[in-house]
DNA sequence: TTTAGCACTTAGCACATTGAAGTGCTAAGA
DNA sequence: TCTTAGCACTTCAATGTGCTAAGTGCTAAA
């Protein structure tokens, strides 16, 4: 147990560090803290604050950061979210507040937007029907044996893909083969659309269309981008801000790391569960993370579905503050999902 | 006018210094040049080369590289290209052999295959016709009052959106405005269908639609899309390998001149005249890439029009082996195009 | 015109010096 | 028992020094 100096000190030594970076000595946290004690007794206070292992030094000689033990301490018990800036507020209304046709522009410029506030990276997911439902697949001839495939789910999200029609089709299989999709697997999830595919439905496709292995691949492809394709990225570049020293291999295997969505995915997959949640240091499941922190955080959108935000930057990010901007950040998307949907629906 | 020993001694340096990164000094040159001469005497040439403004050092003491002027001189009258590694294009072939259902996939992938093979950042620019005509516009409704437009223009260049429909247009309006568009627009070139849109189209689908604007509007969208989206990057990063102190400043606003299409082409643009056209530091329009060279290239894929590829890497980059590469590359890619077309086209 | 020789310049590296900031420990005071 | 002043010690970071390797320009002789 941590007596109530103790709390005081570490929290004010996350405090200073997260803001300006420097390691903290003793002698320039006494003249921060409200009470009134020597640098020596500080200097005691924080000897056994490093042994809890809530304290680590750089070197021998140095002043002291927070472990991340320190910071999940603090971040567990000691703090408080800040309420959001006026300014940030009004600069997320007024970027939310133009017509948008689709919910991925509107996930999208959740991403670049969360980045720019935060000067870290952004991370958002399209809010996610656990058993979305296969709603209307069309195919719409472009000549020249071309044809564009379009896959509606009932939260709303549209994929598309042009194809070439191999000449040996014509185009009443094609239309059979349509009707097949339309009145077997329309109103099914996507996942018992997925094991149709590989049961019975090539079978009765078989029967319009002589190699239904090529027709079936791409419509299974634009299922798969539509379960796979729900990530946005903002602001990859911020992380050249934090690390003095940016070392380009690293980088490198960031930037590779963001563009495989499987693997972010497998980053923020726990997160549906939590409300706020905050992953520090090596608590993150990437190891390529091990260095930074990553705040998550799901937004609700009433019956379509979860969503998730995260930002991603430095072990040492000041916590309070981007805590409460996350927090502000997905009520006003929800807000802003809700009023889409409902325009959507409603009409 | 340059004397044979001076132009000897001026592609020597050229190529060592593209080859390992360092000046080259008037001893280490003597041991590499098929000509007897003393160090000194090649210090007096380099001398006569540096006055020319060819050369010039890094320092008083230091060795020679080559100035903006030397490398144009090597690249108009020394260089010859080299020929393709058997290997890379071993590689290129491999790559573009799979199936591609769009040629943006094919252009797409194209920069990121000429960006690792280079290890350079690549641009590609779908092929272009000047005069490219809408050959179809559909609408496609998806249910829930939304609608994807779909766009044909006959280089086979596909393009779509999704959009809400105002509760107050019906749909037989839409319906009517559909065939408007189709009997008068279809055909015509992108530049003629802009015009048309500007001075008796609002006002026909004005006897259908209350206010064609936010209609129009979306038409618009799509048509810009398909004129403008025709742009591919690869190897962005690769930018972060030459300049050993990467300076995140620069590095950002290099990063976002990539994602400035407007720019981009305006840098690009002069290219579709020449064949391959190299340019050099402060050569290029843009003051961003004063430190860089720019090599570009057409490709033409018939009557389908013409396209650009383009790698932009250090000043010192080894030009006579990009020359080659960036040359079979094209070819390659022109070849995969008519394909594409020809496939298309013909079944 | 070429070359050997020489004085001179510079970058880059290893190394030492110094000052600032910080620590732990001890012994005395409250 | 807790707090504190004082002090010796450590480390980083900045600065300066000396040395070497690589290069240059210039001069005078071949």
């Known amino acids: 147990m941590l007596t109530d100096r103790e709390l005081l000190i570490l929290k004010a030594i996350v405090q200073i560090y997260t803001d ?49 033990k320190g910071y999940r301490y603090y971040v567990d018990h000691l703090l408080k979210p800040d309420k959001v800036q006026s300014s940030d507020l009004r600069k997320i209304r007024s970027s939310f507040n133009q017509q948008f046709q689709e919910i991925d522009d509107i996930v999208a410029e959740s991403a670049d937007m969360l980045s720019q506030l935060t000067s870290y990276t952004a991370f958002t ?37 042009t194809f070439k029609v191999p000449k040996n089709v014509n185009p009443e299989a094609l239309e059979s083969v349509i009707r097949i999709i339309n009145d077997q697997l329309v109103g099914l999830t996507l996942g018992e659309v997925f094991k149709r595919l590989e049961t019975d439905i090539p079978i009765q496709v078989g029967k319009y269309i002589e190699t239904p292995e090529g027709f079936l691949d791409v419509f299974e492809e634009i299922l798969k981008k539509s379960s ?120």
Do not use: C, W
């Open 20 to 68: 300006d970076g420097q390691p903290v000595g003793s002698k320039a946290l006494v003249s921060k803290l409200p009470i009134h004690v020597s640098s020596a007794t500080i200097r005691n206070e924080m000897a056994t604050l490093e042994e809890m292992g809530l304290l680590k030094k750089t070197h021998s000689s140095s002043g002291r950061v927070p472990s991340i």
């Open 125 to 161: 997911v399209k809010p996610e029907l656990k058993d979305a439902k296969l709603e209307g697949f069309r195919l719409v001839p472009l000549g020249n044996h071309r044809v564009m495939a379009i896959l509606v789910t009932d939260n709303g999200s549209v994929q598309n893909r």
């Open 228 to 347: 796979t394709e729900h990530f946005f990225v903002g602001g990859r570049l911020n992380l050249l801000n934090f690390s003095k020293h940016p070392d380009p291999s690293s980088i490198r295997s960031l930037y590779s790391l963001m563009g495989r969505s499987t693997d972010l995915a497998s980053v923020l997959g726990g997160s549906l569960d939590h409300n706020i949640q905050v992953q520090i240091g090596n608590e993150i499941t990437n190891n390529l993370l091990k260095n930074y922190s990553l705040i998550t955080a799901t937004y609700d959108v009433d019956q379509h579905g979860k969503g998730v935000i995260a930002i991603l930057g430095p072990t040492s990010m000041p916590y309070s503050r981007m805590i409460g901007l996350v927090g502000a950040f997905r009520t006003e998307l929800a807000q802003r999902l809700i009023d889409y949907y409902h325009d959507i629906d409603d009409i």
